[in-house]
């Protein structure tokens, strides 16, 4: 059953990301087939939030880790992403400084912060990606479950470091331009960012990524770990006595998802054009898990729903009821859990016997 | 640049010249009244452009002891004196009353003004200095001893020179300590401030002021440079001295802050003790519960402005019970139509209550506007007391005792009525307590309704400290979380230790390592300390609160 | 239905995925679809109606919506009707970019007005500059910037920060100085120019204390015992304050409790206008400072007339105007003027247009765009007043021309910005002799 | 009653163990010698220590003060119940927790002896000798034609079952088994004793039991606990004689 819908959404993905490639490249503007730029960066935005909601299902669904502090990896992977982006302007910055990123120029830096060296190179600055929310995933992970933190103390002090991190990207002086963030990228790897090519070009590298990581959620789900995995969301204490070591399962997971959202956010900020310390914000983690409590909590398949979903609702009624959206929102969340508690994907699955 | 500029001006002048004024004009004063034709018009200056001519219009003003002046300054303070410069000679001013003008120099009605001839006499900061200086010079002398000691307050603050001589006649016919005190200090301030007096004069000045013991005085003994020896020595002393006190009031005043901090969170997070500590419903519209509160706050402030304006003073009286109600029964009706179907399922009640959260913050918007409601402060809650070096605002005192009473009223509720009883009972074992005949459906919406309703009242204590807009909740929900959990989900008294140990804590890092920085240090030490004690400073055995 | 979907399943299941990509594209494909009128020329409104920032966004949504509304019952513009698209980016930085881009290729607006933080700006910027549109800008904000696509109709940093230090200097003899701000761009960039400034008017550094808090600083207790501290060394003491919106009551009431008067240590604040003292009882702050461009109080027949009209429009008699509404009122002003120049609403034409356009400002003076993008404006010191309006006490005789790059800062001092032809550049290097970086 | 001798070839020994929760002591200096091969019954009223006294052995609790001991070597109060399990002692809850959500196969499968690490459960295939010992377990506890139901989907005796089943593929030592017959009909109870009797050729088993025709049934030694010590040991006869035990049973 999983698995044929994991094959579903993987089909849906391409071929839905495929023919918007293949419409907007092949067709002018104003054609009746035509999809437009606007549409290509938003369904890649979309992609990159899906790429962070399996990696939330992936822990909360299927570790049972309530993690309220997600977007703070995925906001990690996009600093990581938008300080190489920064590095590649160059001197066509406004004050044509060929080394400083234009927020240091007038905050009067006079030379690179030592951490930025190194961000020049696409390929560091990509490993960096996943490395730098790995890091703190294994690092804070491996205190809070050696210590077997759990339930929802374990969800308070997540939200407590994607707040700290929050108010330390805020601050000028940590060198990653404050509130304001990083905006104003030109090109990635040499190709110009405004161009429609590179936006196609990376909403199918967002596609491909989320497929990548369906596929590995799925294999580490359906193995042995995610069959030790489930057991210890459901009764880690039992796990212990049968010579299971819970903390590493859940250490394991966590770091494979923290990669996953670093992933998401590296692809997400050329598509959005900017990163800034909003998407450390509390709120940003909450939704995340709402997305995939809407689409299904521990289907993988239902996360990427939700994502798509709420996300596409709230650029439609952010547009169509400015007034109104977060009423609609709001409505939304309480609807859902009340009525579908086991999300969209499950009220799909059950119209059709169980079979998607 | 534009008008109203004179670079000769000095703050400090108007306060000088009027002393200067006063010393030569009193003992006239005294005996025969001045005649206001004999002296040149001291009111035209009131009309001019310029803020230091108008300024020395009111000190000239002051000591003319013309029967109109003390009528005059008064209606400048009120923003109630107005010139009329369309006739020839010199331009009228007028005493707005009402909707009538009275001539401010002859205090008859003056008719045929016209409205649009009229504008208002130039105030700024330096004007209202000496107004202020006017009313405080002339209140060395006056019959009640508070006045005559604030007056002297005034002028140890500006420590002119000049008032030496004023100062000399006031502390001789001085009689009471404390103002006389307060004019020694204000002399010794003069003396050293200028380059009078003997060394052995000026040595015992220092003294006076490290008598004194305060900041002021220790900024003042610094400010003063090229002294002689002796002198120069004394203040040295004086200063170090000066500065250990400082240091020791400091971190009273440190400890104080912290408390107050302390207080701000636990009466936020008090209401989410109930909700989250002891029913286990994670509420993330606890934030919106205390806006709520904030607003009635603003509600009843409304409808006494318009209704009652006497009984301001009041409001927050009134505002408290009608908060706990309003957000009490918002509590009730959520828990009703939403909570309960949400039990045992604690994630999805975070995520039904984050969508109404939503709601609740763009229902508010849609009603009062996105833009900060004005929630007044009432007389007795404003100003601050000094006690030492210690400076204790008045309202973050009220906020602090609130508090006190809060939490006080929220044990007794727990602990001593029948009610808390079988909140209790409910909580901890749900199905005895169905047994025993108690209903518990009632007792969780009851729960809920308690906690929501503290969490109405603390909107009324943060509506004196912080914006009253939809926002307000949104800034305390995850602190609120991070006291209930580091005191230890469950136990009130934890909830009461953990926010004042953050709230001291954090006070006593700012200094160092500056506001953001020491929010940042307070959250990691947090989330070090739950991996050292998962369960809080003070968690519950064999509860069922988890899980 | 469902019976018949699920007897076939290989057509159901097409059916459903053929749903889902409905679903993904919903918002993309269904709104590209949607006719555009051609008999009505789109104005788009990109402020935040939620989140923390739609407390001072909401605002000027509303200026707009009354500002069109006017123009249509004056007969519209070029012979059409205008109309309004809102959209409520959400107070969401990335979100701003996609609305704007929304409003741009898919409603296909003939200018934008919008944004009030600089985040916001710099986040639409690469999309105005991609798709050759126009924003108005409305607010004060740090300068170093100039963009072909963009107009800034509020002040720059010397056009509000430089008068109000030079009043306080000299008019009430301040010497000592605390730079207090929210830790983000506008307020460091202001304090590096006030302080670069003040150090060029001989105060000492010792004279000058910088003290930056986070957004939303609600617990002002202990800095405002240190400013009190800072103040009492005997020197006349004044803080410049650029302390965002929302912690700014917080810290006025604060200021009024440790019994601080604009007497003792005056405020001088460059965020805090009409709308922000709606929420304070602004007795005890009677005679604290404010630099605007504009003040409600302000007497001339414009003004007089806006206040009336806007009070009709909202149907709230009470309700106040400010300062970027009146930057609002400006910019759409020249839209409407410099495209009634231009003969069309066509992009390229109306930017080259704008340059030069006067209008009326509300304080009874002209504005006019200049070269640099950026507009003149008479700057104005008021002091507040007990019913929360301000009383101006000082204003600069004629307009002033912004620095879009500030001289006192060592990176921008050689830059000048001329969107005339043939220069065309936004940060020409006087020294190099270049035009640099790519934003032509 | 024992001896050095008898602990330097024992298989579990605590000695002089206490504990206590908020003033309260659990276990009193308790001290208890399991030999090798032996099925052992401890039986005692509620808050006698019983489940404590378990919670000790596996890990769960660490006790104030005394030492566990096992097969003479080993100080299990030093180690935590991942490790412990590793050493060979399986435990059996009074609640009988399977995990629900996977079927009654993989339940077994996850407690098979093996690595336990995740970089071998990664990519751990299921092997043909894992199948087969499957199989002979399904066998022992009867559910061989329930192998893929849900076993969140099994009556309570069947969990029970299923739970022991666990136990052995775990290949144990020692055998804690709580309350395995609480809530089983007569006819399982007794199918139950069966199974134990025959586990307990070949491995050790502690059982602890309220249902003293079940602890009469299994026919072994008897410890019987009272306020966290050893109030008698002995045959079932032995000890349901004792005046002691007959106070503290009938007692109150």
Redesign the interface.
């Known amino acids: 059953m999983s698995r044929l819908s994991t094959s579903i959404c993987i089909g849906l993905v391409l071929v839905g990301v495929g023919l918007m490639a293949i419409l907007n490249l092949s067709t002018a503007a104003g054609a009746p087939l035509h999809v437009p730029t606007y549409a290509i960066s938003l369904v890649g935005k979309y992609l990159s939030y899906a790429i962070l909601a399996l990696a939330v299902d992936l822990v909360w669904g299927y570790g049972g880790i309530l993690s309220l502090g997600h977007a703070a990896f995925f906001a990690l992977g996009g600093y990581a992403m938008g300080m190489y982006l920064l590095r590649e302007i160059g001197p066509r910055g406004v004050y044509g400084n060929a080394l400083l990123p234009d927020f240091m120029v007038f905050l009067n830096y006079k030379a690179l912060p030592w951490y930025w060296n190194g961000f020049n190179h696409p390929a560091f600055a990509m490993a960096m990606a996943v490395i730098v929310p790995a890091l703190v995933a294994l690092i804070f992970g491996y205190f809070a479950f050696r210590s077997r933190v759990s339930g929802v103390y374990l969800s308070i002090i997540t939200q407590a470091l994607t707040y700290a991190l929050l108010l330390a990207f805020f601050r000028n002086d940590m060198g990653f331009g404050g509130n304001n963030g990083m905006t104003d990228f030109k090109d990635i790897f040499g190709l110009p960012l405004q161009a429609d090519s590179t936006r196609v070009g990376l909403l199918v590298a967002t596609a491909i990524a989320l497929c990548l990581c369906l596929l590995v959620a799925r294999y580490v789900v359906t193995s042995r770990f995610g069959q030790v995995l489930i057991a210890v969301r459901d009764s880690e204490s039992r796990t212990r006595f049968l010579g299971y070591r819970p903390e590493s399962y859940k250490l394991f997971v966590f770091v494979l998802s923290a990669i996953m959202a670093g992933i998401g956010g590296a692809l997400y900020v050329p598509q959005v054009g900017i990163i800034n310390p909003g998407e450390f914000s509390p709120a940003n983690s909450i939704e995340a898990v709402i997305w995939v409590a809407v689409g299904g909590r521990g289907t993988l398949v239902g996360a990427v729903l939700g994502a798509v979903l709420v996300n596409a609702g709230k650029t439609f009624f952010t547009g169509a009821f400015p007034e109104f959206w977060l009423f609609a929102l709001g409505f939304l969340f309480i609807l859902v859990t009340l009525l579908l508690p086991k999300g969209v994907l499950g009220l799909l699955q059950k119209k059709t016997g169980g079979r998607v | 640049m534009g008008w109203g500029s004179d670079p000769e001006g000095d703050v400090m002048v108007s306060i000088h010249r009027l002393l200067a004024v006063l010393l030569v004009s009193l003992p006239l004063l005294a005996t025969s009244p001045a005649r206001a034709d004999d002296a040149p018009d001291p009111f035209i200056g009131l009309a001019s452009q310029n803020f230091d001519i108008v300024a020395n219009a009111i000190s000239a003003l002051a000591v003319s002891g013309h029967p109109q002046a003390a009528a005059t300054i008064a209606a400048i303070e009120a923003d109630n004196l107005y010139v009329d410069a369309a006739g020839d000679g010199a331009p009228l001013i007028l005493i707005k009353q009402g909707d009538s003008y009275i001539d401010a120099r002859t205090g008859q009605k003056a008719s045929d003004i016209n409205e649009d001839d009229v504008d208002s006499v130039r105030v700024n900061n330096a004007v209202r200095r000496a107004i202020e200086a006017a009313k405080g010079g002339l209140d060395l002398f006056a019959a009640d001893a508070d006045t005559r000691q604030k007056a002297a307050e005034k002028v140890f603050t500006s420590h002119d020179p000049a008032a030496l001589p004023l100062l000399a006649r006031a502390i001789a016919a001085e009689k009471d300590a404390g103002a006389k005190r307060a004019m020694q200090q204000a002399q010794a301030a003069s003396l050293l401030a200028g380059d009078g007096g003997s060394d052995a004069e000026r040595v015992a000045a220092v003294a006076i002021l490290r008598l004194r013991g305060d900041v002021e005085a220790k900024s003042l003994l610094q400010s003063l440079h090229d002294q002689s020896k002796p002198v120069a020595a004394a203040i040295a002393a004086a200063t170090s001295s000066l500065a250990r006190i400082e240091q020791l009031w400091s971190v009273l005043q440190s400890v104080f802050y912290g408390i107050s901090l302390g207080s701000v969170l636990l009466l936020a997070a008090a209401g989410l003790a109930i909700t989250f500590g002891v029913m286990g419903v994670i509420n993330m519209a606890h934030g919106e519960m205390v806006m709520l509160g904030a607003y009635t706050t603003f509600m009843v402030q409304e409808v006494i402005r318009t209704h009652a304006p006497g009984l301001f003073g009041a409001s927050l009286f009134i505002a408290v019970p009608l908060a706990f109600l309003v957000s009490g029964i918002a509590g009730i009706l959520i828990e009703r139509c939403m909570i309960r179907f949400l039990y045992g399922r604690p994630l999805e009640t975070l995520l039904a209550s984050w969508g109404l959260s939503l709601i609740l913050q763009q229902g508010v918007r849609s009603i009062f506007g996105s833009s900060n409601r004005e929630v007044g402060t009432p007389e007795w809650m404003s100003g601050a007391v000094q006690w030492g070096g210690l400076v204790i605002t008045w309202n973050r005192l009220t906020i602090i005792v609130f508090a006190v009473i809060v939490i006080a009223a929220l044990m007794a509720v727990m602990r001593g009525t029948s009610l808390g009883l079988r909140m209790r009972a409910v909580t901890q074992n749900r199905r005895m307590a169905a047994a025993m005949g108690i209903r518990t459906p009632w007792i969780d919406a009851l729960t809920f309704g308690l906690g929501s309703g503290v969490a109405g009242m603390a909107g009324v204590a943060l509506s004196q400290i912080d914006n009253v807009s939809p926002n307000l909740g949104q800034g305390y929900i995850i602190d609120s979380f991070m006291v209930v959990v580091f005191g230890g989900v469950g136990n009130l008294w934890g909830t009461v230790v953990s926010a004042m140990t953050l709230g001291i804590v954090n006070k006593f890092l700012e200094p160092f390592a500056g506001a953001v920085l020491g929010k940042i240090v307070v959250l990691i030490a947090l989330i070090l300390f739950i991996q050292r004690k998962p369960r809080g400073m003070f968690p519950l055995k064999g509860r069922a609160v988890e899980q | 239905m469902s019976r018949v979907l699920s007897s076939r399943p290989s057509v159901g299941r097409w059916l459903r995925s053929t749903a889902l990509a409905a679903a993904a594209l919903v918002s993309a494909t269904a709104m590209s679809a949607t006719a555009h009128a051609e008999d009505t020329i789109k104005v788009g409104i990109l402020h935040s109606l939620s989140g923390t920032m739609a407390i001072s966004e909401t605002t000027l949504k509303d200026v707009m919506l009354m500002l069109i509304d006017q123009q249509n019952k004056k007969g519209g513009l070029l012979g059409k009707k205008l109309e309004a698209v809102v959209v409520d980016p959400a107070s969401n930085w990335p979100l701003f970019a996609e609305k704007a881009r929304e409003l741009i290729t898919v409603d296909h607006v003939a200018a934008v007005f919008g944004c009030w933080t600089s985040v916001s700006r710099k986040s639409v910027l690469p999309v105005f500059e991609e798709t050759n549109n126009i924003l108005f800008y409305p607010v004060q904000y740090e300068g170093e910037e100039s963009s072909k696509n963009v107009f800034y109709t509020g002040a720059a940093p010397n056009q509000q920060a430089i008068p109000a230090v030079d009043y306080l200097m000299n008019e009430d003899h301040v010497k000592r100085w605390v730079l207090a701000g929210t830790d983000y761009v506008y307020p460091r960039t202001t304090n590096k120019i006030l302080e670069a400034y003040l150090k060029s008017k001989g105060v000492a550094a010792e004279d000058i204390m910088v003290n930056y808090t986070p957004f939303g600083q609600s617990d002002w207790q202990s800095i405002v015992a240190d400013i009190k501290k800072f103040g009492s060394a005997g020197k006349k003491t004044a803080v410049v304050s650029t302390i965002n919106g929302d912690a700014n009551v917080p810290f006025y009431k604060e200021l009024a409790n440790q019994g601080i008067k604009a007497t003792d240590i005056p405020v001088v604040a460059f965020s805090v206008g009409e709308e922000e003292l709606a929420g304070i009882d602004t007795k005890p702050l009677v005679g604290h400072l404010a630099a605007w461009n504009y003040f409600e109080s302000v007497k001339s027949p414009a003004n007089t007339a806006f206040i009336k009209e806007w009070h009709e429009f909202t149907k709230k008699p009470n309700r106040t105007t400010n300062d970027p509404m009146e930057a609002a009122y400006i910019g759409f002003n020249m839209w409407v003027k410099a495209v009634e120049k231009a003969g069309t609403t066509d992009q390229t034409k109306v930017i080259d247009a704008m340059i030069g356009v006067a209008v009326p400002n509300l304080t009874g003076g002209i504005s006019t765009m200049m070269p640099n993008h950026h507009i003149t404006k008479p700057v104005l010191i008021g002091e507040v007043k007990g019913d929360g309006q301000f009383n101006v006490v000082w204003q600069t005789p004629g307009t002033v021309v912004a620095n879009e790059w500030s001289p006192y800062l060592e990176g921008s001092k050689d830059l000048i910005a001329d969107w005339r032809h043939p220069l065309f550049c936004g940060n020409f290097n006087t020294v190099t002799g270049k035009c640099g970086g790519a934003s032509k | 009653m024992t001896t050095i001798g008898a602990v330097s070839d024992s298989l579990l020994y605590l000695n002089g163990v206490s504990v206590s ?2 003033g309260f002591r659990a276990i009193n200096d308790l001290s208890l010698v399991l030999a090798p091969g032996e099925m052992r019954a401890v039986i005692g009223p509620n808050g006698a220590g019983k489940t404590t006294m378990m919670d000790i052995i ?1 890990g ?1 609790t660490r006790p104030d003060t005394g030492e566990v001991i096992f097969r003479a070597d080993t100080d299990l109060t030093k180690l ?3 490790a412990i ?2 050493l060979g002692i ?2 059996k ?1 009074q609640k009988p ?6 079927n009654v196969w ?1 339940n077994l ?3 098979l002896a093996g690595d ?3 970089r071998f ?4 295939r299921e092997t043909g000798e894992e199948r087969d010992r499957i199989d002979e377990i399904l066998a022992t506890i009867r559910l061989s034609d329930l192998r893929h139901t849900r076993s969140g989907d099994l009556s309570h005796g069947q969990k029970q079952w299923l739970e022991i089943g ?1 136990l052995l593929a ?1 290949e144990p030592q020692l055998l804690l088994v709580d309350e395995p017959v609480a809530g089983m009909t007569d006819s399982e109870t007794a199918q139950t004793a069966e199974l134990l009797v025959e586990i307990n050729k070949t491995r050790s088993v502690v059982v602890v039991e309220h249902d003293m025709d079940f602890v009469r049934a299994l026919g072994v030694r008897v410890t019987v606990l009272h306020e966290g010590s050893v109030l008698s040991e002995g045959s079932i006869d032995h000890v349901s004689e004792d005046p002691r035990v007959v106070e503290v049973y009938l007692g109150r």
């Open positions: 929760f908020d596996t769960k935590d119940e991942p399990a590793a399986g435990r809850f927790t399977v995990f629900e959500v996977h993989d499968l996850l407690a336990r690490r995740p459960t990664m990519w751990a666990m775990q």
